[in-house]
C-alpha cells in the first residue's frame, strides 16, 4: 500500500515534504515554492494549514508549478505520516524572525524522525543543533530559493548521504520517542513534588 501511494504521490521522482498547522509568514513556505522553479524530477508537498497558504497558491500559478508544488489541507495524523513516510527530505525553513522560531523544536521535526525521513534544516539554534548532532540532514543559512535548490539538487539524488541520514535517523528516531520523554517528564514533576 504504501508503495502504491508512493507512486501515485512521487511518480518515481523525489519528494519534499513541509508540513504543520502553523504554515506562516518567514517560516519558509514562500522560498521552499520558488525554490521549486530550478529543480527538476523533484515535487515538493506542502500539508496543513497556515496565514500564507493563499500567497503560495498565488506563487504556484504566478510561476507555473502546478506540476510541481501541491498544496493538501490538514488531515488526519495517521494520513499525514503516509506523506511523510515516503518523502526524501523533510523542510524546516523557519527564519530567525522572532525567538519562537530560534528556540523552538517544531513537531514536524520529530515527525520526520520518526519516519525516518532526512531534514533540510535552516541555521535556528535548537533545530540545526538536533539535525548536526545526530547527522540526519543538512543545515542551510540561506533563504535564497536558487541556493535552497542548488543545496537540495547536492543531497537529495545522493544515495550513499541519504542511506547514512537513514541509519542515523533509525537510532534518533530510538531516543526521541514519547516513551522515553514521559520518563524525563516523571523525573521533572516528581522533583518539584
Known amino acids: 500500500q ?12 523525489k519528494m519534499l515534504i513541509l508540513q504543520g498547522s502553523g504554515i506562516n509568514k518567514d517560516r519558509g513556505a514562500e522560498e521552499a515554492v ?5 529543480l527538476e524530477n523533484i515535487v515538493l508537498y506542502i500539508i496543513g494549514s497556515g ?6 497558491k498565488n506563487l504556484i500559478y504566478k510561476f507555473q508549478l502546478d506540476k510541481k508544488v501541491f498544496i493538501l489541507d490538514k488531515m488526519p495524523y495517521e494520513s499525514l505520516l503516509e506523506y511523510t513516510k515516503i518523502a526524501d527530505l523533510g523542510l524546516s525553513l523557519d527564519k530567525g524572525t522572532n525567538l ?13 524522525i ?10 535556528r539554534e535548537i533545530v540545526s543543533q538536533l539535525v548536526i548532532q545526530n547527522n540526519i540532514g543538512t543545515v542551510v543559512k540561506t533563504d535564497n530559493p536558487k541556493e535552497l535548490a542548488k543545496v537540495v ?7 550513499n548521504l541519504n542511506e547514512l541520514w537513514r541509519k542515523n535517523l533509525k537510532k534518533t528516531a530510538d ?18 513534588a
Do not use: G, H, R
Not at 519562537?100 to 520526520?112: A, G, H, R, V
Not at 520518526?114 to 541555521?123: E, G, H, R
Open 34 to 38: 520558488l525554490m521549486m522553479q530550478y
Open 114 to 123: 520518526q519516519c525516518l525521513t532526512p531534514i533540510l534544516a535552516s541555521n
Open 2 to 13: 504504501n508503495q502504491d501511494l508512493s507512486k501515485k504521490i512521487k511518480e518515481n521522482k
Open 100 to 112: 519562537n522560531y530560534e528556540y523552538s523544536l517544531p513537531n514536524k521535526i520529530f515527525d520526520y
Open 153 to 159: 539538487n547536492e543531497i537529495i539524488f545522493d544515495e
Open 175 to 192: 531516543i526521541y520517542t514519547w516513551k522515553k520523554e514521559t520518563e524525563v517528564l516523571k523525573l521533572i514533576f516528581n522533583n518539584l
Open 51 to 56: 496565514d500564507i497558504i493563499p500567497e503560495l
